[in-house]
């Protein structure tokens, strides 16, 4: 298996997904390396040499950022507010976040009807969270969902009802350098390009989402408020649920007021395997 290759950031991600079970069972009790290890099923030593490499620091270190109250912490510490007035319209294009992005989107006309004429083509990934399926149209990524906890069946018929009137064609290899590019391993530089297809308000919230930098989070009311529609809490949060481009539109960095995770639409799992690793990222950056 080669160092940083696909099948590696996946078998890492697995790891991670059991080490988070193995956690919770531990009810808020600290395992020492040599106990998590051996509940995996691994050497102490390999274990390490996971940690380290998926995400910089050792499992010990790491341990406190999958712990279950590790989301208050990170909205004490780091809640990013919204500018309003930059969200209140779709700007689009620009440096976001941590991430070089260039985005447009459908027009509300294209998205009344179904993205009936579109092609989106699709491709199985793997990705440092797990089998990833990614869609894209000639312009951009417009789909990114992941199945590691709800199959991959699931996840694939999750997106693709999204816009029933499109063909779809597998051809990952069309896909393959806009999702290096996604996950920070793309060798040209080359920005991932996102296509959004959705109704107003959505691009409004999938907007805001865009301003939230990486280890950091924010509250589905503080993205309210930055759209103009303080209220809108309830709507907000579904519309955050119906992002299609998982991780790149960072709808995981959502947060209850309460510090609680909220939902994630991939897994609960998922989402806190991305917050520990783009935390502890930020950390050691």
Not at 131 to 137: C, K, L, N, R
Not at 217 to 229: D, N, P
């Amino acid at each position: 298996m080669a160092e940083g290759s696909e099948a590696e950031r996946g078998y890492h991600y697995g790891v991670i997904a059991r080490a988070i079970e193995e956690l919770d069972a531990a009810g808020g009790a600290r395992l020492s390396l040599e106990d998590l290890a051996a509940r995996l099923g691994m050497s102490a030593a390999h274990f390490q040499r996971v940690f380290t490499r998926w995400v910089g620091v050792s499992p010990k270190r790491y341990q406190q950022y999958l712990a279950l109250n590790h989301a208050r912490g990170l909205l004490a510490e780091r809640f990013t507010v919204l500018d309003a007035a930059q969200e209140a319209g779709l700007s689009g294009g620009g440096r976001l976040h941590d991430l070089f992005l260039r985005w447009e989107a459908m027009t509300p006309g294209e998205y009344a009807k179904g993205a009936a004429g579109l092609v989106i083509y699709w491709g199985w990934f793997d990705s440092p969270f797990g089998p990833a399926i990614v869609m894209g149209t000639g312009r951009g990524l417009c789909g990114m969902g992941f199945a590691a906890d709800m199959g991959a069946e699931v996840a694939f018929e999750d997106l693709r009802k999204r816009w029933p009137k499109a063909t779809y064609v597998e051809a990952p290899d069309r896909l393959r350098d806009w999702v290096a590019a996604a996950f920070g391993a793309a060798s040209s530089g080359e920005p991932a390009p996102l296509y959004l297809i959705g109704a107003p308000f959505q691009l409004k919230v999938w907007e805001a989402l865009l301003q939230v930098p990486s280890g950091h989070v924010t509250t589905y009311s503080e993205i309210a408020r930055a759209i103009g529609r303080p209220t809108a809490m309830r709507a907000v949060g579904t519309a955050v649920g119906r992002n299609p481009v998982s991780w790149l539109i960072p709808c995981h960095r959502a947060l209850a007021k309460s510090g609680q995770l909220g939902g994630y639409h991939w897994g609960l799992p998922v989402k806190r395997a991305m917050l520990a690793y783009e935390a502890a990222r930020a950390d050691v950056a």
